[in-house]
């Protein structure tokens, strides 16, 4: 009987192996003990991390960007829907997460500091960076992380918790300590675990476990600061329960900003609701939605749809790297079919420019028009979205001598994610401690 082909985990640790034997260590194994009174110092005062959009830096029009995010937020929506079908499966090998976000966050590595940016993502827990000895990794504009030159790094043991919580998908290389493979919808990180001081905009951050990534395989990046609620996520390593983000208006290519503890300021009343846990995908953050709005009309969606199902399909997941948002198909529908119904101008398809299914032309000359009001009835609060956070465009700002206007909205056959572009001049606050997290209205431009 022929043998079944190596995995892509078996392969990438065997190349590993061979590399890592192959170089002569110079790296500590031994791990400081964390520092607990200035972990406790660090949150009282908490630090801010300034966030860029991945496409601010580039010449790219407008419509153009806004095709490219759709683009990406599909890939990822398609990956979050094969994690559900894939997460009780015996054969799976590698884990997979999402792919990265649409936010970038710089920080430093190391003593001496070195500086580097990478996605912030709430859909993924690993915090990483492309270091040397790299056999793969994507360019760069900055050195590659070199443990040898930090007088702070330390290798992690193989017996380490935070190594066995990557299992299956980690090994143990007796001069690297813990190696470890690390999957996403768009590549593939792999390397070896490291603790390491981090700083965020000059705050120092001790003893951050971390990916050495060598294999980085599908990224335009530098590395990822995973802030899902597994237990590698720069928030869980924090033991800090609160964290925020205000998301400027898209297409500004105004910085945006992150908020990691500190006392977290303007929450109204009202503006809370639950945080939800799949038990098969315990990373992402889940929204407890209960129905939606269309102008007057409150949508019939059947109360389970957007419910989490036992075989862990279903449910909304709140998400800082998806720009739009995505409702299951049958509630889709109702929405379209009311949006239609409500919206007195022709529908028009640019689909190959936007990449968005239900467009209207606007009517010349700039002549305003108003459209529906949209509302999400999660747990406990209704937000009420401004227009521009569910219909982009217009003649002037979006698809200039186009004149149309399209819902940032779609479809999705599965799973249901709340997107960035609802998120926007919202502050968004999570609060671990009691599994909630809170929408409030802000001009995020002007956030702290």
């Not at 070199?146 to 007796?174: A, G, W």
């Not at 000359?365 to 459209?371: A, F, G, I, K, R």
């Not at 009001?373 to 937000?383: A, M, R």
Request: hydrophobic fraction near 35%; proline fraction near 6%; aromatic fraction near 12%.
């Amino acid at each position: 009987m022929a043998s079944s082909p190596p995995s892509l985990s078996s392969l990438l640790f065997l190349t590993l192996a061979l590399i890592l034997i192959s170089i002569s260590p110079a790296f500590s194994t031994s791990r400081q003990a964390l520092d607990h009174h200035h972990q406790d110092q660090l949150m009282k005062t908490g630090f801010k991390v300034t966030l860029n959009h991945i496409d601010s830096g580039e010449s790219f029009a407008k419509s153009e960007r806004l095709y490219r995010a759709v683009k990406r937020s599909s890939a990822r929506l398609q990956k979050f829907n094969e994690m559900v079908t894939t997460a009780n499966s015996p054969e799976l090998t590698t884990t997979v997460y999402a792919g990265p976000g649409a936010y970038l966050m710089n920080f430093s590595i190391g003593t001496p500091p070195n500086s580097y940016s990478g996605f912030m993502d709430t859909g993924s827990d690993l915090i990483w960076t492309q270091c040397q000895p790299c056999l793969e990794c994507a360019p760069q504009s900055d050195p590659l992380f070199d443990p040898k030159k930090s007088c702070s790094f330390s290798n992690v043991s193989c017996t380490s918790q935070y190594c066995r919580d990557l299992l299956p998908d980690s090994n143990c290389n007796p001069f690297y300590g813990c190696v470890y493979i690390y999957g996403y919808g768009s590549g593939v990180t792999s390397g070896f675990l490291g603790t390491e001081t981090f700083a965020f905009e000059n705050v120092k951050v001790p003893n951050i476990t971390f990916g050495c990534g060598l294999f980085n395989l599908g990224f335009g990046t530098e590395g990822l600061i995973g802030l899902g609620r597994g237990p590698l996520s720069l928030i869980s390593q924090l033991s800090e329960p609160k964290f925020s983000y205000c998301l400027t208006s898209y297409g500004d290519a105004i910085p945006s900003t992150l908020l990691v503890g500190a006392e977290q300021i303007g929450v109204g009343p009202n503006q809370t609701t639950l945080l939800l846990q799949n038990r098969l995908l315990p990373t992402f953050y889940y929204l407890s939605l209960e129905g939606i709005t269309v102008g007057s009309v409150k949508l019939p969606i059947n109360k389970t749809v957007f419910e989490i199902q036992r075989d862990g399909l279903g449910g909304v997941i709140l998400d800082s790297g998806t720009t739009i948002t995505y409702l299951e198909f049958s509630a889709y529908i109702l929405l379209a079919e009311q949006f239609i119904s409500q919206v007195k101008l022709p529908r028009v398809n640019v689909y190959n420019v936007t990449g968005l299914s239900l467009c209207f032309k606007l009517p010349p000359n700039n002549v305003s028009v108003v459209l529906p009001k949209l509302i999400f009835h999660f747990t406990g609060v209704d937000v009420d979205l401004p227009t521009e956070n569910y219909f982009l465009g217009n003649s002037s700002i979006f698809i200039p001598g186009l004149g149309v206007t399209c819902l940032a909205i779609e479809p999705s056959f599965g799973i249901s994610i709340y997107g960035n572009i609802q998120q926007q001049n919202y502050k968004v606050l999570y609060d671990l401690s009691k599994n909630t997290v809170s929408f409030t209205p802000m001009q995020c431009d002007k956030y702290y």
